[in-house]
């Protein structure tokens, strides 16, 4: 999407953003679970990521904006994801999301408006609420799509926040450079 499908309010909202928290089941993935037996037996969850959002994430990171998740989950496959993503935060096993949103807040010496938020479900609603810019990517709840500031064209887990990442690269002037690191053209 250019700039000129975004409203000139949305641009404002995320023009001002500074960091971009999100959910991972449904955001990072399609929200689908697989468990297989390792060696021992035991069953092992596997999560797939997608490698665009990943770009997106790492754009974040060289430009600055800090990134990080608040999970109601624990999966040492997000532990790993956002490892190698470089993400700063990194909250699991948080069904109640507030108390980590605010604790993230204040380390980052940010205001909730400087933050976006990538929710796709119920337990994410109040930080939805809070944030700056509320994100929805395209299947998520329709309670939740009813609040976002911005629902993504593509669904959780294939693209949504690499979505979310043009959309506030864009807002902030940053998109070209972005595309100049992979040496392609200004669009």
């Known amino acids: 999407m250019t700039e000129s499908n975004y409203s000139p309010e949305l641009l404002k909202r995320a023009a001002g953003i500074k960091m971009i928290l999100m959910d991972v089941d449904g955001v990072m993935t399609d929200g689908k679970l697989y468990y297989f037996p390792d060696a021992k037996g035991e069953m092992v969850e596997f999560k797939g990521f997608n490698s665009h959002d990943g770009l997106g994430l790492h754009l974040c990171h060289h430009f ?73 990517p395209k299947n998520a709840r329709a309670e939740i799509r009813k609040q976002a500031h911005f629902v993504t064209p593509s669904v959780g887990g294939d693209g949504a926040v690499r979505d979310a990442v ?22």
């Not at 997000?78 to 948080?94: F, P, S």
């Not at 999301?97 to 109040?126: N, Y």
């Not at 043009?166 to 669009?187: D, F, I, M, N, R």
Request: glycine fraction near 10%.
């Open 64 to 136: 600055g904006i800090l990134t990080g998740i608040i999970s109601g989950r624990v999966s040492p496959a997000t532990v790993e994801r956002a490892k190698i993503l470089k993400m700063k935060y990194v909250y699991q096993g948080k069904m109640e999301k507030v108390a980590s949103f605010e604790e993230i807040l204040k380390d980052a010496g940010l205001k909730a408006e400087e933050t976006a938020f990538i929710g796709d479900d119920f337990p994410d609603a109040p930080l939805l609420k809070r944030a700056g810019l509320a994100v929805a």
């Open 166 to 187: 043009e959309l506030v690269l864009k807002a902030k002037g940053l998109w070209s450079e972005g595309l100049k690191l992979h040496e392609l053209p200004p669009v």
